[in-house]
């Protein structure tokens, strides 16, 4: 006997990690990623009530083979009730009358589940769906997030979650999109990278004070396996690689982003022996595949960048190359930003804040603001540091990013009124 709340965990715990290979098979076998969910989703319901009784000694197979079961036998009445053969289920459908329920076959399919998981991302990332669905679609359907986990994550309501997931899979429904890997690849596996990028990087820095800290560490981790899984499929797509490992450098630095108090650690600051080496190790591992097939992109750049912060002394200036690069790929005010900050690490705070202040189109980003008043006190412009703080904590949403900043204006303010000389320190 289990407790009912043991139960749930283990069911928890399976639909967040399992969910989306299962959901895959399902859907490859059925013909149908709607089928498939609904018969999940039972299986699911029936697991909640027998596994207070006993959890099995291998959940995902349970879950597999009773959601296959309810599909077979959905099958059955359809067929029954139609007279005919089922057109999107034939292969449920043939082994209907085949006494699939104590075939032993459905634990091989899972343990041997194949490329069908990297069809369900493809599919969620169609080019016909807007990007809000395909971010949506791929953690319900790939990442098992619940429809209330998503909005809590992008800010939301519900409701306009679930809208956006109905809305996703009725098109794809409507326009039969196949539950294939398309002949072009490479322009899906671009747009999976940057889904998979924006799921990263809301785990990462989550844009919320629900979040009730500097990141939703389940989403980043989530974002890292589906990311890998990708990788894996699509080798010969080094951006995944490249992602991948931009991933693992910046999750390697967990243990050391905050203090004691919840407050954000800047890298500058950054404890560098609680970064996690195991983590550093495979984003280099990762990085070094990558770049070994010399199709250089946009997040095989980021990610040497972030590899040059792993090394015991930071080369700015080929940091600052390495933004110029970036900027040629992917030019925009944010990726000047970070190469203004680079530029005053390499060459000094006067350079760099000449470089920040011919940026246009930040002026309600935080971090440009931060940047701003970090280099602004760094050059003894005390007042003006403070100013621009106060702006970077009224834009900022997250709670230890605030944190941050309001220690800043605390100093900065008794310093001024104390008309004192003014001190250093780094931004966020």
């Known amino acids: ?30 013909g149908s990623v709607d089928v498939a969910e609904e018969c999940l989703q039972e299986a699911y319901a029936r697991a909640a009530t027998a596994w207070s009784e006993e959890i099995p000694a291998n959940p995902a197979a349970w879950v597999y083979t009773v959601a296959r079961n309810v599909a077979v036998d959905r099958a059955r009445r359809e067929a029954a009730r ?19 329920d104590e075939d032993p076959r459905p634990i091989e399919e899972l343990a041997h589940v194949g490329d069908e998981q990297l069809r369900l991302m493809l599919l969620c990332c169609h080019p016909a769906l807007a990007r809000d669905a395909q971010v949506a679609l791929t953690l319900r359907l790939v ?52 889904v998979l990028g924006l799921v990263f990087n809301e785990g990462y820095l989550a844009h919320t004070a629900d979040a009730g800290g500097l990141t939703r560490s389940a989403l980043a981790d989530q974002a890292i396996r589906l990311t890998a899984t990708a990788a894996d499929a699509l080798p010969n797509e080094p951006e995944l ?10 999750r390697s630095r967990e243990a050391a982003r905050v203090d004691r108090n919840g407050v954000l650690v800047p890298l500058g600051r950054q404890d560098r022996t609680l970064w996690d080496r195991v983590r550093i190790a495979q984003g280099s591992m990762a990085l070094s595949v990558a770049l070994a097939q010399r199709r250089m992109g946009p997040w095989q750049v980021q990610a040497l960048i ?7 002394a930071t080369d700015w200036e080929r940091i600052v190359r390495l933004y110029d690069l970036l900027l040629t790929m992917t030019p925009g005010p944010v990726v000047a930003l970070n190469r203004a900050v680079a530029v005053a690490e390499a060459r000094g705070p006067s350079e760099g804040l000449a470089e920040v202040e011919r940026i246009e189109g930040l002026a309600k980003y935080h971090l440009f603001h931060a940047a701003r008043a970090h280099l602004l006190e760094r050059l003894g412009d ?3 540091a403070l100013a621009a703080w106060r702006v970077a904590a009224a834009l900022t949403t997250n709670h ?7 220690s800043h204006i605390d100093r900065l303010a008794s310093r001024v009124r104390d008309d004192g000389p003014g001190a250093s320190g780094p931004g966020f």
């Open 143 to 194: 990442g098992g997030l619940t429809t209330a986990e998503i909005a809590a994550a992008y800010l939301v309501p519900e409701a306009t979650i679930a809208q956006r997931l109905v809305r996703a899979k009725r098109k794809i429904r409507d326009a039969r999109i196949p539950l294939i890997i398309p002949a072009d690849l490479s322009e899906r596996a671009e747009t999976l990278a940057t």
């Open 241 to 250: 690689g490249g992602l991948l490992a931009l991933q693992l450098f910046h």
């Open 82 to 100: 139609r007279r005919r053969a089922v057109a999107h289920a034939p292969l449920i459908e043939a082994e209907a009358g085949a006494g699939a």
């Open 1 to 30: 006997m289990t407790t009912t709340k043991a139960a749930a965990d283990a069911l928890t715990r399976l639909a967040r990690e399992e969910g989306g290979r299962l959901l895959a098979l399902l859907a490859d076998r059925a």
């Open 382 to 384: 005390t007042t003006e």
């Open 400 to 406: 230890s990013e605030a944190a941050f900043a309001a």
């Open 306 to 312: 972030a590899a040059e912060h792993t090394h015991d």
